[in-house]
């Protein structure tokens, strides 16, 4: 407790030494003092706040609901935050938005009602709170594969012992001493079952090498083999076998240097999206993926003939957590998630998307999303 009293420097230097802001409203909400780190937070200057209406300082809906929250406080004594404290966001005078932690307190002096706000930036917290779930969910993806993976090499051992025993009666059956008594008809269809033998054992061995130890190594991978095992990660899941998909992938894009882990989780996430997106349509799904070598860069497409993005919501997704998928089914976080990696590779995505109001209508092929990343050839580091 003061002893003293605290004369105007003393108390101008004390607020103003303050790390938060501090905001000193009258009962009809007009500012009345603020610290010099309030006006370091929002971007004013003394002039422009003082004897403004303090919701200058916040977003819609509070921005016009606050006199409103200020007549229910002293009139029926509903707080929403004085005296509680809460996470709320702010409005700088540029319009841009941040969090911050906002306590309320009330105290009376010379019988007029003031209230004194804390606010302390949550904007750092909040970022660090995002890069973690993005690390998480990376992590969890990663585990995901390698799961799949584990699963698959489990399968290639077990399948692959009584393969190579059919695989050696065949051949007996076509090389072998029995082979003259076959006649020719039969020959040839050993032939097609020795081809379907290798095709059983490529696919297993295909998926076990996608998931094998990911990392972040640096190495030269090619772009379209990437996206040949993805897919064919995809195509096993019977929930995917009523999407085509399509691919146009030129033979002609060098091979890129880079995380090929980084752009495997690329993949997924954009291809999981694509489909997604087309589960929530209408039926005759196409998926397309292409590639193609412009001046600048590697250039990968991904369209695909689903629902599209609401207008409203195209600036929005690649917000992190922005999703408008039912919970458990979508953090929000895979275009995020795409962004930071791509960063890592030097690259860059874009969407564009046509929102569909009639789902039954796929003449069109601009109908639905499609999503360009372009990949350098050479990493910068
Ligand atoms: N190809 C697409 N077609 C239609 N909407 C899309 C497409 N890709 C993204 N979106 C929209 O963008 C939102 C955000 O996508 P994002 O990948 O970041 O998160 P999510 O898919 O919802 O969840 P998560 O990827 O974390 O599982 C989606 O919820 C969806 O509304
Ligand atoms: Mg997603």
Known sequence: MLTTPLDQDKFTALINAAVDGIVI???????????????????????????QNVSLLMPSPDREQHDTYLKNYLSKGTAKIIGIGRDVMAQRKDGSQFPVHLSVGK??????????????????????????????KYNYHQDKIATIGT?????????????????????????????????????????????NIERITNITREVSDLSTPSSNHVELYS?????????????????????????????????????????????FNLLVNAIDACHDSKPMHVVEIATEMTNQAVLLTIHDNGTGIRPEHLNKVNEPFFSTKPPGKGTGLG?????????EEGGKLEIDSTFNQDMNNHSEKSHGTTVKVWLPQNRKN
């Open 25 to 51: 409203i009258n009962h009809a909400g007009i500012i009345e003092t603020v610290n010099a780190a309030t006006l370091a937070m929002f971007g004013y200057t003394e002039e422009e706040i003082v004897k």
């Open 107 to 136: 105290f009376t002096v010379q019988g007029a009602i003031q209230f004194v706000g804390i606010l302390s930036d949550q904007s750092a917290r909040k970022t660090a709170e995002v890069e973690l779930e993005q690390l998480r």
């Open 151 to 195: 699963l698959a090499s489990g399968i290639l051992h077990e399948v692959n012992n009584p393969l190579a025993a059919i695989s050696g009666i065949v051949h007996e059956l076509q090389w072998g001493e029995a082979a003259d008594d076959l006649p020719e008809s039969a020959k040839n269809l050993l032939t097609i079952v020795q081809e």
């Open 223 to 267: 772009l379209n083999e990437l996206i040949e095992r993805t897919l064919r990660l995809l195509r096993f899941d019977k929930n995917n076998h009523d999407i085509d998909f399509v691919t146009k992938l030129s033979p002609d894009i060098p091979a890129i240097e880079g995380v090929p882990d980084h752009i495997t989780q690329v993949l």
């Open 335 to 343: 275009l995020s998630l795409c962004h930071s990696l791509l960063k």
